[in-house]
């Protein structure tokens, strides 16, 4: 069954995911749906953002006259991007803040600490993420893929639920990717403990790529005064893309996506008047809603699978906060 689920996503990616995917999705786009849409007095925030697609999406919010937060690990390229994004956009409203998303403690605080500050917040772009081809444990036994691109999404998403309710019009657009069609949730094991690590290049984040889809879903049926989206940027050639798939980027640097054409619907979802007529919920592709599930690949969970993962989750926040009391 896994060597089908492959061989399917790997025919699909290069119809699909490539540069010249891209291109042939983007006939359809209406140029109007991006045109002289203004962001002025609505607050964003997009983690992983000094560099590639989360970069792109930060400078593109600012160019639309939003206040933009920038969450950055590191704090050199954080304050680089800073600038350039600054001068770019001619837009002094972006901030910096540097956090560390594998580790949860940090991330809880930071949520709460901005929150507290009464700001505001309009939108949450959930970009960061990253592939360590090594199982690695914390002091609370949250593995660092799992904490990074599942654990931090939840603490972030559910910390600034209150805040993003109070907005008239709230989002939350979880970059994911479709190496998650491959994958089926598996809510008994979702820190991938069970599985051999890295079985294939991708396997542990492809599980993760699925959680944020489901999670995604999760929230849009309970929070209804927020649309969640979550989307796939296709095959694009990132920093990210080169340091945790080589072999990958070698074999398709030349048909790769630019950052840029990888964003592109990162940025619909945030700013597009257009993205809100789509139901909550939906996973995106060159800003189409697209299928969740590969045709005969046997990925569909239960809805008691998803509400036992989601109530793994809040355990999880639930014991992220014990830790800090």
Not at 94 to 118: I, N, Q, S, T, W
Not at 262 to 272: C, E, F, I, K, P
Request: charge should be neutral; hydrophobic fraction near 40%.
């Amino acid at each position: 069954m896994n060597l089908i689920r492959q061989s399917f996503f790997v025919a699909k990616g290069l119809q699909e995911f490539t540069k010249s995917g891209f291109e042939k999705a983007a006939k359809g786009f209406v140029a109007a749906d991006l045109e002289n849409v203004k962001a002025h007095g609505r607050n964003y925030m997009v983690t992983g953002s000094n560099t590639g697609i989360g970069k792109v999406v930060a400078t593109e919010l600012a160019k639309a006259g939003g206040t933009v937060h920038l969450v950055c690990r590191n704090p050199e390229r954080g304050e680089a991007a800073l600038n350039e994004i600054k001068e770019e956009s001619k837009n002094n409203s972006v901030f910096l803040h540097v956090v560390d998303l594998a580790k949860p403690r940090e991330v809880y605080k930071f949520a709460c600490d901005f929150a507290a500050k009464g700001e505001g917040l309009d939108v949450l772009v959930n970009n960061a993420g990253c592939i360590i081809p090594k199982r690695t444990i914390d002091d609370l036994g949250f593995e660092t893929n799992f904490a990074t691109n599942t654990l931090a999404v939840h603490l972030l998403t559910k910390t600034f639920m209150p805040l993003l309710e109070e907005s008239k019009d709230a989002r939350v657009v979880t970059v994911s990717s479709a190496g998650m069609l491959t994958q089926k949730l598996d809510a008994d094991d979702a820190q991938s403990e069970k599985a051999n690590f890295f079985t294939s290049a991708y396997t542990p984040p492809a599980q993760q790529k699925r959680q944020q889809v489901v999670m995604s879903e999760m929230y849009a049926s309970r929070h209804p005064l927020v649309h969640f989206s979550t989307m796939h940027p296709g095959w694009a050639d990132t920093t990210g893309v080169k340091e945790a798939m080589p072999a990958f980027y070698r074999a398709m640097k030349s048909t790769l996506r630019s950052p840029v054409q990888g964003a592109d619907t990162v940025v619909w979802l945030a700013l597009s008047p257009a993205a809100k007529l789509v139901k909550s919920g939906q996973f995106f592709q060159d800003r189409q809603p697209v299928a969740t599930h590969l045709p005969l690949c046997c990925t569909q969970e239960s809805e008691s699978d998803r509400k036992r993962f989601m109530k793994v989750l809040d355990e999880m926040l639930d014991q992220v906060k014990n830790s800090l009391a």
